[in-house]
């Protein structure tokens, strides 16, 4: 496992379905804010990249050098967006395992990101599977073997409540309905209305209990860890791999049912749902629109699926296509954020309204969080079903839910409280 090595107040983690990769240190940290934080970060990253020697014999998504990144939701944010190159790169996928290193020559240039291949995982256990021998660069010969960072015990137990923060649920509620008569009366068609819950975390406490939770619960889910934002997030926002493109729009929620019969009557439920459908073609439309003019080609699924999670049921639709013009995943983000998932339709209205409805800054909640790698691919998931964990130890987790017209506020509340399940029961 990737998680004993890292920093256990500072973890820096990409994981899903047990692969990914873990950073540790840091050797380039960019901060950026304002409205054109991702387009300025895609700009410094291009430059990095440049002036960068890479030494990848690998070449799989993740090896060589890469960039973690949390970005602020609202261009109105206190919260620095940032990328985050770390000074050692731990990483695992498809039976491939590697360890990057990243030394800075000069302040103001990161040189060379070195991948070396074939290095047994921390936990040695002797014979080491093929695959692995195969990955192993050859020249130059005679370098060492890197040694792993090494794995730490986890720190003691502990249990925090999170507690309603500056959104109180009548607070919510209230915003709910208001947004209800704003869309009847026309001003928009949707938008997402998030609420916090707060706590704090003991000193010399462990984080990456928190994180092996997650990982643990929501293996299908994007589990990171960047700059003290925590979380496992479902929905991926987009992902570059040499020149294809996908994404997968979650909009529409409904909660488990009790027993297998229960469960699937609500996932039929949610699908012919005409509020859910509604919910979630806005946010398809969205995606679709700002993926398009930088795709050659691009699809979504005919119909939304039921994607069932450990908390609930979401509707979703993947999407995919191939490049048409070189972007890399920062330029597609940047065109992406906000969502119609996230924000609402028409974004501009649905943003104006998130900032007069909801009584705190969002930071990097639902704001893209993920990596980019040297030749501008990368995997970037929606930041949903996180908490944010500041220097202090002040925790701040958010969820919120789609407004439209049928909305009802009581059943909106209910269904933050589902998305922020995750979270709390991680840090209970
Ligand atoms: C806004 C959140 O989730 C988003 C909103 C959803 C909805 O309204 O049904 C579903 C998935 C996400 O796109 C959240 O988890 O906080």
Not at 120 to 140: V, W
Not at 183 to 202: F, N, Q, S
């Amino acid at each position: 496992m990737l998680i004993p090595m890292l920093d256990s107040r500072d973890p820096l983690l990409w994981i899903r379905k047990g692969q990914g990769f873990a950073g540790i240190g840091t050797a380039l940290r960019l901060e950026f804010s304002g409205e054109n934080r991702i387009s300025d970060a895609g700009a410094a990253w291009r430059e990095i990249a440049a002036a960068a020697t890479v030494v990848d014999p690998l070449k799989t998504p993740g090896t060589g050098l890469v960039a973690f990144g949390a970005f602020a939701f609202s261009a109105q944010s206190a919260e620095k967006s940032v990328l985050i190159v770390p000074r050692v790169l731990v990483g695992k996928r498809d039976g491939v395992h590697w360890m990057t290193t990243v030394h800075v020559l000069h302040p103001d240039q990161v040189i060379p990101g070195e991948a070396e291949a074939g290095h047994p995982e921390p936990t040695r256990s002797g014979t080491q599977p093929e695959a692995r021998a195969e990955a192993r660069p050859t020249p130059p010969m005679s370098r060492p073997e890197p040694t792993l960072p090494p794995a730490t015990p986890l720190g003691s137990e502990y249990r925090i409540s999170l507690l309603p923060g500056a959104a109180k649920p009548d607070t919510y509620r209230a915003a709910v309905e208001e947004a209800v008569s704003r869309i009847t009366h026309g001003d928009l068609e949707k938008v997402v209305l998030a609420r916090d819950l707060v706590g704090h975390l003991p000193d010399g406490s462990d984080l990456r209990r928190v994180i092996t939770d997650l990982a643990l619960g929501y293996p299908d889910c994007w589990t990171f860890a960047v700059d003290g934002l925590i979380g496992s997030s479902p929905e991926t926002l987009v992902s570059v791999s040499h020149g294809t493109v996908t994404a997968r729009v979650l909009a529409g929620t409904i909660s488990r049912g009790r027993d297998a019969e229960a469960d699937h009557d609500q996932a039929v439920a949610l699908a012919t749902s005409a509020k859910d459908l509604d919910e979630h073609r806005f946010a398809v439309a969205s995606v679709m629109s700002a993926l398009t003019p930088h795709a050659r080609t691009l699809a979504a699924s005919e119909i939304p699926f039921t994607l069932k999670l450990p908390n609930l049921w979401h509707l979703a639709s993947d999407i995919e296509g191939t490049l048409g013009d070189g972007s890399t995943s920062l330029n597609l983000i940047a065109s992406l954020h906000p969502t119609a998932a996230v924000a609402g339709t028409p974004t501009k209205d649905a943003l104006r309204l998130i900032e007069r409805l909801e009584p705190f800054d969002r930071g990097r909640y639902a704001g893209p969080v993920g990596w980019i790698g040297a030749d501008g691919d990368g995997e970037w998931a929606v930041a949903l079903r996180c908490a944010q964990v500041d220097a202090d130890g002040y925790i701040t987790a958010y969820a919120g839910a789609g407004i439209v017209s049928e909305s009802d506020p009581e059943r909106e509340f209910l269904e933050t409280r589902m998305k922020f399940r995750p979270m709390v029961e991680a840090f209970a």
